[in-house]
Structure formats: structure tokens, C-alpha cells
């Protein structure tokens, strides 16, 4: 079966796409590892399926919540993707920090890269952080919920959490890269500016995007205007300064070879820009659908990878 795009003819099959996209990167004359860069695609690892939270924005679509990843086979693993052109690696979940050896993996896959992060919840990293900070961490990304900041702050304003403030003295220092994830409720934009101004006069990086209340608020009525306004207020007023930056997290509509490809296209909110190894063996080259998921074949590794990296990078027409 195949489907039909403006003049292009899209085979529907997944080795038909493959070579889809092999032809269009050498058309463009690049090759994989230039494509990987240019589209600053990173390798994601699951080293742990588990988790002791259950976030309502969490990017966990489609992953098990048990099992975990030998040392050994992530090594495998993050071997063959710096093969296949990859130089920015990512630990995740679940939640990494659950596991006690989470500065082995470290330790480890800066054996291969120089851009090793780990992205957590953050409530093991008063256990964790300076195992983390020995084995050579170079950045952290950690996703923050809201009822932590109000629990640290007051009627009207929101404060850093007790656990989280020596990551934020660290991250001062210039060890590592500190970036929070931060989901902004609809009817939080006050409280939200104060914070940010908190944080990045402290030298970090924050990620913010919109969540919707539970309850009255419907999904086309989320001030996302006001929050842009909000972001480059912000920006503005730290220019200059030795301060952190404050991002929004922007949405990549789905489109490009694979994505027209999907059976699972209408419902899609969002294309993916990271390739995931899930802690079940599992390639995952999109975060929304099951349709592209591929076991990782330790027997052809490097195949396996290179396959799962043009999967996920995918190609706008």
C-alpha cells in the first residue's frame, strides 16, 4: 500500500521509506553522521523502565515501565550509534537516578562521547549528584513539577526546592550544563515570570511549554501568546547579563518521508527529534507511534542503528 502526496508517490512500506530517505540525504549529498549534526539528533537511553513519579507531560509514549539495561548492552549500544554518527548521548527512564549505578553508565558512555546528560525528575539527586559530577556528567536536564515550587515559595510566588539548590550552586560553577523543564499551568503566568528571573540571574537554562489545567480551561484557550511575550520579556531584561537563557518549547508539525507514511499521522501532535533505546531492547524513532519500533539485533548492531538514526531523522519535503 502506498499514499499519495501532492506529485510524490510515498511507498508505505518501512524498507521502501529507508531508501526513501537514503536517497534524499544523497541527493543533498550529505551523509548520516552530517544529517545527525545538522539536525542535532541525539541518542536517548532508557536505562530503567520504572519510575517513582507519574508526570502528566512526560515523554515516555510507548515505553515499558519495567526492566533495565545492562551496563554491557548499553555500551553495545552506545557504541554502534557514535558508529552511525551520533556524539551527544542521553540517559533516561523512567527515572535514571532510581538506579544506584547511574555514574557507571556515565562513566561509560564519556568513553565514546564528550556529551553525556542524564534527564531526571530530580528527587535522587541529593543521593546522586556528586557520583554523577565524578564520572564526568556534562549536562542535566531535569523536569520540574509545580507542587515542589509552590511547597518552597509562598501565597504568590514559587521557590527553588531545598533538593534541587545544590544542582543550581554546581551549575553555577561552570561543571556541568543545568537545564529545568518547566510546565506552565494556564493560571501560573504571574508566579512563572518571578521564577524565571530566579533561576536564570542563578546562570540556568530553562525549557518552558504549556500545560493545561485540569477542570475549565479548554485546550484552545491557553494564553500561549502571554507565555511568548512572557519568554522574550525575560530574555530581554537578562541581555547583557551573565544569566541563563529561557526557551520555549517549540512544536515540529509532523511531516517529512516516515511521517506521511504513518497510519497514525491524523492523530499526531508532534514529529519526534531524539532516537530512544528503551530499557526493554526496543529502537524507538518516534516518540508518538509504535509503527516504526524495531528490537535492537545485537547480532547486527550497527544496522540496527543506522536504520533506527535515518528513521528518526526523517526529512521535510
Given at each position: 500500500?502506498?499514499?499519495?502526496?501532492?506529485q510524490?508517490?510515498?511507498?508505505g512500506?518501512?524498507?521502501?521509506?529507508?531508501?526513501?530517505?537514503?536517497?534524499?540525504?544523497?541527493?543533498?549529498?550529505?551523509?548520516?553522521?552530517?544529517?545527525?549534526?545538522?539536525?542535532?539528533?541525539?541518542?536517548?537511553?532508557?536505562?530503567?523502565?520504572?519510575c517513582?513519579?507519574?508526570?502528566?507531560?512526560?515523554?515516555?509514549?510507548?515505553?515499558?515501565?519495567?526492566?533495565?539495561?545492562?551496563?554491557?548492552?548499553?555500551?553495545?549500544?552506545?557504541?554502534?550509534?557514535?558508529?552511525?554518527?551520533?556524539?551527544?548521548?542521553?540517559?533516561?527512564?523512567?527515572?535514571?537516578?532510581?538506579?544506584?549505578?547511574?555514574p557507571?553508565?556515565?562513566?561509560?558512555?564519556?568513553?565514546y562521547?564528550?556529551?553525556?546528560?542524564?534527564?531526571?525528575?530530580?528527587?535522587?539527586?541529593?543521593?546522586?549528584?556528586?557520583?554523577?559530577?565524578?564520572?564526568?556528567?556534562?549536562?542535566?536536564?531535569?523536569?520540574?513539577?509545580?507542587?515542589?515550587?509552590?511547597?518552597?515559595?509562598?501565597?504568590d510566588?514559587?521557590?527553588?526546592?531545598?533538593?534541587?539548590?545544590?544542582?543550581?550552586?554546581?551549575?553555577?560553577?561552570?561543571?556541568f550544563?543545568?537545564?529545568?523543564?518547566?510546565?506552565?499551568?494556564?493560571?501560573?503566568?504571574?508566579?512563572?515570570?518571578?521564577?524565571?528571573?530566579?533561576?536564570?540571574?542563578?546562570?540556568?537554562?530553562?525549557?518552558?511549554?504549556?500545560?493545561?489545567?485540569?477542570?475549565?480551561?479548554?485546550?484552545?484557550?491557553?494564553?500561549?501568546?502571554?507565555?511568548?511575550?512572557?519568554?522574550?520579556?525575560?530574555?530581554?531584561?537578562?541581555?547583557?547579563?551573565?544569566?541563563?537563557?529561557?526557551?520555549?518549547?517549540?512544536?515540529?508539525?509532523?511531516?517529512?518521508?516516515?511521517?506521511?507514511?504513518?497510519?497514525?499521522?491524523?492523530?499526531?501532535?508532534?514529529?519526534?527529534?531524539?532516537?530512544?533505546?528503551?530499557?526493554?531492547?526496543?529502537?524507538?524513532?518516534?516518540?508518538?507511534?509504535?509503527?516504526?519500533?524495531?528490537?535492537?539485533?545485537?547480532?547486527?548492531?550497527?544496522?540496527?542503528?543506522?536504520?533506527?538514526?535515518?528513521?528518526?531523522?526523517?526529512?521535510?519535503?
Amino acid at each position: 500500500m502506498s499514499v499519495m502526496l501532492g506529485q510524490l508517490h510515498i511507498p508505505g512500506r518501512r524498507e521502501d521509506v529507508l531508501g526513501q530517505i537514503r536517497n534524499r540525504l544523497h541527493e543533498q549529498g550529505q551523509t548520516l553522521p552530517d544529517a545527525i549534526r545538522e539536525r542535532e539528533l541525539y541518542f536517548r537511553v532508557s536505562v530503567v523502565g520504572t519510575c517513582n513519579l507519574s508526570c502528566t507531560f512526560c515523554h515516555n509514549e510507548g515505553a515499558p515501565t519495567s526492566g533495565k539495561l545492562t551496563l554491557d548492552t548499553a555500551r553495545d549500544a552506545i557504541a554502534a550509534a557514535t558508529r552511525a554518527g551520533f556524539t551527544r548521548v542521553q540517559l533516561t527512564g523512567g527515572e535514571p537516578l532510581l538506579r544506584a549505578d547511574i555514574p557507571e553508565f556515565v562513566r561509560m558512555a564519556r568513553e565514546y562521547v564528550d556529551d553525556v546528560g542524564v534527564t531526571t525528575n530530580g528527587t535522587y539527586l541529593p543521593q546522586r549528584l556528586e557520583g554523577l559530577l565524578d564520572a564526568g556528567l556534562s549536562r542535566m536536564h531535569v523536569s520540574l513539577q509545580t507542587e515542589p515550587l509552590e511547597e518552597a515559595g509562598s501565597a504568590d510566588r514559587w521557590g527553588i526546592p531545598p533538593w534541587l539548590m545544590p544542582t543550581v550552586d554546581r551549575a553555577a560553577s561552570g561543571l556541568f550544563t543545568l537545564r529545568l523543564n518547566l510546565p506552565v499551568p494556564a493560571d501560573a503566568l504571574d508566579r512563572t515570570e518571578d521564577f524565571l528571573y530566579l533561576l536564570t540571574r542563578r546562570g540556568v537554562d530553562i525549557k518552558v511549554f504549556s500545560v493545561l489545567p485540569e477542570g475549565e480551561v479548554r485546550e484552545d484557550s491557553y494564553p500561549l501568546t502571554e507565555l511568548e511575550a512572557l519568554v522574550a520579556r525575560v530574555n530581554s531584561e537578562n541581555e547583557g547579563r551573565s544569566a541563563g537563557e529561557v526557551l520555549l518549547r517549540g512544536f515540529r508539525p509532523p511531516s517529512g518521508i516516515r511521517c506521511a507514511t504513518c497510519s497514525d499521522l491524523a492523530r499526531c501532535k508532534e514529529q519526534s527529534h531524539s532516537l530512544r533505546l528503551g530499557a526493554d531492547l526496543v529502537l524507538r524513532p518516534c516518540l508518538a507511534t509504535r509503527q516504526w519500533d524495531a528490537p535492537l539485533d545485537l547480532e547486527n548492531i550497527d544496522t540496527a542503528l543506522t536504520e533506527a538514526a535515518l528513521l528518526a531523522l526523517d526529512y521535510q519535503w
